[in-house]
C-alpha cells in the first residue's frame, strides 16, 4: 500500500514538472499479486480516446493460480459515463463495490499530491480516502463493464489477511466518506437514507471482520468493547430501527445490537439472540462460533 502511494506521488510530481505538459497520461494501478488481462491497456486507451473522460472503471475477476474462480457479473453489459457529481457519489460510495484503486485507470491531473500515510493501517481506508479527492476531480467517470483485471486470491496476502492491526474501532474512514458527502451537498434526503442503510451494514460488517480476526476470544471481546464505545458508531447504530423482516436476516450473522441506551452486545447463535456477557461469563461461547 505504502509503495503504491508513493509511486503515484512520485509519478505525479515527475511528469507534472514536465515540459510535455499538452500530453495526457494515464495511470494504471496494479496490486503485486495480480494481473492484467492480455488485451487491458488496448481497451483503457480506446476508452479514454473515443470517449472524453478523466477515469475509468472497470471490472475484474477473481482468479487463483491463473484460474477463474468468479468471473465479473456485469460483463457484457453496456458501459456508461456519468458526469453528474450526484449520481456519481451514489454509484461508488452508497451503491458500492468500487473501493480499490486498482479497478480504475485515471488521468494524471486527477491524482492529489497529498500525504495518505496515516491510513496505511486501515484496510482500503488508503484506497477509499485518496479515491474521494479523484471523484471530486473528475469531470467525467466512465464505467467500462468489461473484466480487465486479474484479481488474484491470495490468503497471504494484507488484504486477505484479518488481522487486529487493520481494525479501526474509530471508524476513521467511514466519518471522512461521509464529511466529504456532507461537504459537497449535492445528495437528496433519499440517497442520505440509502447512505444510512448502507452504513449499518457496514457496521455489521465490522462485527464479522472481529469475528474472523486471528486473535483469541478476550482479544476479539476487547475489539467488539472498543467499536461499542465509538461515538459514531453508536450514533448510527441507535438511529436505525430494526423491524421484524431485518432482523430475520440479522440472525444469519454476528452483530451487536444496541437497544436505546443499553449497550450490551447481543450475539447472533444458533438462530437466536443472547446478551454475549451474559454468554462470556457463563464460559459458553466463543466467537468463531458465528451461529448459521
Same mark, same amino acid.
Given at each position: 500500500m505504502a509503495a503504491r502511494q508513493y509511486a503515484l506521488r512520485y509519478t505525479k510530481?515527475?511528469?507534472?514538472?514536465?515540459?510535455?505538459?499538452?500530453?495526457?497520461?494515464?495511470?494504471?494501478n496494479l496490486d503485486s499479486d495480480d494481473t492484467m488481462k492480455p488485451f487491458a491497456l488496448e481497451r483503457i486507451h480506446e476508452a479514454f480516446s473515443h470517449n472524453p473522460c478523466d477515469m475509468v472503471i472497470y471490472g475484474y475477476d477473481r482468479t487463483q493460480n491463473n484460474n477463474v474462480l468468479y468471473t465479473y457479473e456485469r460483463q457484457g453489459?453496456?458501459?456508461?459515463?456519468?458526469?453528474?457529481?450526484?449520481?456519481?457519489?451514489?454509484?461508488?460510495?452508497?451503491?458500492?463495490?468500487? $473501493?480499490?484503486?486498482?479497478? @480504475? !485507470?485515471?488521468?494524471?491531473?486527477?491524482?492529489?499530491? +497529498?500525504d495518505y500515510s496515516s &491510513?496505511?493501517?486501515?484496510?482500503?481506508?488508503?484506497?477509499?480516502?485518496? $479515491?474521494?479527492?479523484?471523484? @471530486? !476531480?473528475?469531470?467525467?467517470?466512465?464505467?467500462?463493464? +468489461?473484466?480487465?483485471?486479474? &484479481?488474484?486470491?491470495?490468503?497471504?496476502?494484507?488484504?486477505?489477511?484479518?488481522?487486529?492491526n487493520f481494525f479501526d474501532p474509530e471508524m476513521t474512514v467511514e466519518r471522512e466518506v461521509e464529511k466529504f458527502l456532507i461537504e459537497d451537498n449535492v445528495l437528496t434526503q433519499e440517497d442520505w437514507d440509502l447512505f444510512h442503510q448502507m452504513m449499518?451494514?457496514?457496521?455489521?460488517?465490522?462485527?464479522?471482520y472481529i469475528i474472523r480476526m486471528k486473535r483469541n476470544y478476550h482479544e476479539k471481546l476487547d475489539c467488539l468493547h472498543q467499536l461499542s464505545n465509538c461515538a459514531y458508531y453508536k450514533e448510527k447504530m441507535l438511529s436505525r430501527k430494526t423491524d421484524l423482516q431485518e432482523m430475520k436476516l440479522l440472525r444469519r450473522t454476528a452483530h451487536l445490537l444496541f437497544q436505546r441506551q443499553s449497550l450490551w452486545p447481543i450475539l447472533v447463535l444458533g438462530g437466536r439472540?443472547?446478551?454475549?456477557?451474559?454468554?462470556?461469563?457463563?464460559?459458553i461461547i466463543r466467537l468463531k462460533a458465528t451461529g448459521s
Open positions: 510530481m515527475k511528469y507534472a514538472q514536465s515540459s510535455e505538459t499538452t500530453q495526457q497520461y494515464i495511470v494504471i453489459l453496456p458501459s456508461t459515463i456519468i458526469s453528474d457529481r450526484r449520481k456519481l457519489y451514489v454509484k461508488v460510495l452508497i451503491e458500492g463495490g468500487y $473501493s480499490t484503486l486498482w479497478r @480504475k !485507470a485515471m488521468l494524471l491531473q486527477t491524482i492529489p499530491d +497529498e &491510513y496505511y493501517s486501515i484496510q482500503l481506508g488508503e484506497d477509499v480516502i485518496q $479515491s474521494l479527492a479523484m471523484y @471530486k !476531480a473528475a469531470k467525467r467517470v466512465m464505467f467500462l463493464e +468489461e473484466s480487465l483485471y486479474n &484479481y488474484e486470491k491470495n490468503p497471504s496476502s494484507l488484504t486477505c489477511n484479518v488481522h487486529q449499518f451494514n457496514r457496521l455489521s460488517g465490522k462485527i464479522v439472540f443472547y446478551p454475549l456477557y451474559v454468554l462470556y461469563r457463563q464460559g
